[in-house]
């Protein structure tokens, strides 16, 4: 038991690794059977109905050309496929999505960290700040478009401050112009999310024996020395982890940027997404075995990334976690 | 000398900075609480000022409307079958894939992992498609059934280890004292796992109040609509009452702010524990 709690506090990675059920002497019988079945049923039944079959049927309807009316009948084969590939609005929304995956690992990840380690210190009230700062992340998304449309309006209160300070060049229209809108966006995701690294990364240090860093200390290394040499390298899994959930998200980003960039702003502002072409060309557009086939393309494009990721990027956890112990 | 006592003592600029980043996080929610209780001349004139004098009409006019109300309701029952729904479901597979010992276990649990790795968003046109078949477009079950099948993923990882960590003794003592499995599942497992079951029951109580993709696609008939969808149409329709749209904005996200903060460590015990595997 020691040695798996040992490298549980070394490694802490392997995010999909099932945990090793306890062998049982005999064989199962026919009443445990029934228990496993009813137990397990109505949550595999729900699952595979709701989440499996719909990823299903979006293979089989993006083969036809369909409005959702009665069953599909116009079989197309690869066209919409060839479509959504050859399409240049489905080129810009992927090349933004690749941008929202670069920066939000690169603007969070730094930002996170240093604020985890600031934090991590002796603070009093620290059980509050640990609330505060994930407010963002718990209020809807709908509700932080809003507020944020709101807020970088033209004539909004960014601006209204900005001005008030005698900063009018840096008045901009924030959410409309198409050189900016994209790092605006940045900025409100950061806003939003990077508590959610902050308290994760906060949690990985917790688990850091202090011994380390009070040896690290007595042998003269400066409080920035031990936060680099052991600090960061314990932390490697957890920071791992957060960047699978960070790209995983960018890569479906869809409510923020529907409610800004639909609602308030032209959609034309170079904020589109995967998902918000997917919705637009798909659902609104009545097209839905088109929309189907853009969800096929999301799919993949998520799937091998997050493969991609955990086979050379979560695998060393995986594989410290096997050899740690010893 | 001088590094130790920076390490331990939290000086002024760790103060300043945890200042700063508190004010930078709450800063548009407050904006958003305080502006609510302004005019629209107000806001127009100065859009970063304070309310001068306090006007309570706005969150009053919320509150008296019908439609506040209506939606609250919506996203109350949703958000609550859902959160019991998938605690049940969820504590249930769980405590098969933790302490049962069968072929298929892996694969059942892999299914489920799989599920963390895609949000609805993948699956939402032909999920639309499903539900209007099942005649449950425009209806609560169709957003609260979706809802439970896509957090099930998130509630089983987070309960598995929770439910293997309950002692082996104890499900020996009580099938000496003739506990059938399930008679332990009910009395010993259930009591044992609630401080699990809330974590997992508040994510999804929080995820399900602050859900649009799903109810965007199921719900078009205002009598249905949930409050992140009654943010939306409410900001549309009062586009130029922006006071009245931040009174309404701030109000509905009262509930989500609430569950969190009172169980604020559980939640970020349960996913950081879900993170370590």
């Known amino acids: 038991m020691s040695l798996t709690t040992d490298s549980r506090v070394r490694d802490g990675g392997g995010v999909t690794a099932p945990p090793p059920a306890r062998p049982r002497r005999r064989g199962i019988g026919w009443a445990q059977r029934l228990e496993i079945a009813v137990l397990s049923g109505p949550a595999v039944l729900m699952f595979v109905g709701f989440v499996i079959t719909p990823v299903l049927l979006a293979g089989y309807y993006g083969f036809y050309r369909w409005k959702g009316f009665g069953p599909p009948t116009n079989f197309v084969g690869f066209d919409n496929y060839v479509t959504i590939l050859q399409d240049k609005l489905f080129h810009e929304a992927l090349w933004h999505n690749a941008q929202i995956v670069v920066l939000s690992l690169v603007l969070q990840g730094p930002i996170a960290l240093v604020f985890a380690l600031l934090l991590n210190q002796k603070l009093r009230g620290q059980s509050i700040i640990r609330v505060l700062i994930f407010v963002p992340y718990v209020i809807s998304e709908v509700i932080v478009g809003t507020a944020w449309a709101l807020l970088l309006q033209t004539e909004g209160a960014v601006n209204g401050i900005l001005r008030s300070i005698g900063l009018d060049g840096l008045a901009k229209d924030w959410l409309a112009n198409p050189s900016i809108a994209i790092w605006t966006l940045m900025l ?13 990364f906060l949690a990985g240090m917790q688990n850091i024996p202090e011994e380390l860093s009070e040896a690290a200390a007595m042998d003269g290394a400066s409080y920035w020395q031990t936060q680099w040499r052991i600090t960061l390298p314990l932390l490697g899994p957890t920071i791992r982890i957060w960047g699978f959930l960070s790209i995983i998200g960018a890569l479906q980003l869809f409510d923020l940027v529907y409610i800004i960039w639909g609602q308030y702003v032209a959609s034309t502002a170079g904020t589109s997404t995967m998902a918000t072409y997917m919705v637009s060309e798909g659902r609104n557009a009545g097209n839905y075995g ?37 | 000398m001088a590094t130790a006592t920076h390490a331990r003592r939290g000086n002024p600029v760790v103060y300043a900075a945890a200042l700063a980043l508190i004010g930078v996080m709450l800063g548009p929610v407050v904006y958003i609480i305080i502006g609510g209780f302004r005019t629209n001349s107000q806001i127009t004139t100065d859009p970063a000022g304070l ?44 405590y098969v894939l933790a ?77 000496i004292d003739r506990c059938s499995r399930l008679g332990f599942f009910w009395r010993m497992v259930l009591p044992l796992s609630v401080p699990g079951l809330i974590t997992v029951g508040i994510l999804a109580f929080v995820n399900s109040w602050n859900s649009y993709l799903l109810p965007l696609f199921i719900l078009n008939d205002q009598e249905a609509f949930t409050l992140p969808l009654g943010v939306q149409a409410f900001a549309s329709q009062y586009s130029v009452d922006t006071a009245k749209v931040l009174a309404f904005t701030s109000l509905s996200m009262i509930p989500a702010l609430v569950f969190f903060s009172l169980f604020e460590r559980r939640i970020v015990g349960g996913l950081t524990g879900a993170v370590k595997g």
């Open chain 1, 290 to 326: 088109y929309g189907n086939a853009v969800a096929v393309v999301l799919f993949f494009i998520s799937m091998i990334i997050a493969l991609v990721y955990q086979r050379f990027v979560l695998r060393r956890d995986t594989q410290g976690a096997l050899t740690g112990g010893r």
């Open chain 2, 99 to 175: 302490r049962y010992h069968f072929r298929g276990r892996g694969a059942m649990y892999a299914l489920f992992a799989a599920g963390l790795m895609f949000p609805p968003t993948v699956a939402i046109t032909p999920l639309y498609v499903l539900i209007k078949n099942l005649g449950l477009v425009n209806t609560l079950p169709g957003i609260i059934l979706p809802q439970i099948a896509f957090t099930l993923p998130t509630t089983v990882i987070i309960l598995v280890p929770f439910l293997q960590a309950i002692p082996k003794e104890l499900e020996e003592a009580a099938a």
């Open chain 1, 188 to 200: 409100i995701l950061t806003w939003k999310y990077v508590g959610f690294a902050v308290i994760l």
């Open chain 2, 51 to 94: 309310p001068d004098p306090w006007q309570f009409g706005n969150y009053a006019d919320v509150l008296t409307g019908d439609t506040f109300w209506l939606q609250v309701t919506n996203s109350t029952i949703v958000a609550v079958i859902t959160t019991a729904g998938v605690v049940a479901l969820g504590v249930m597979a769980s």
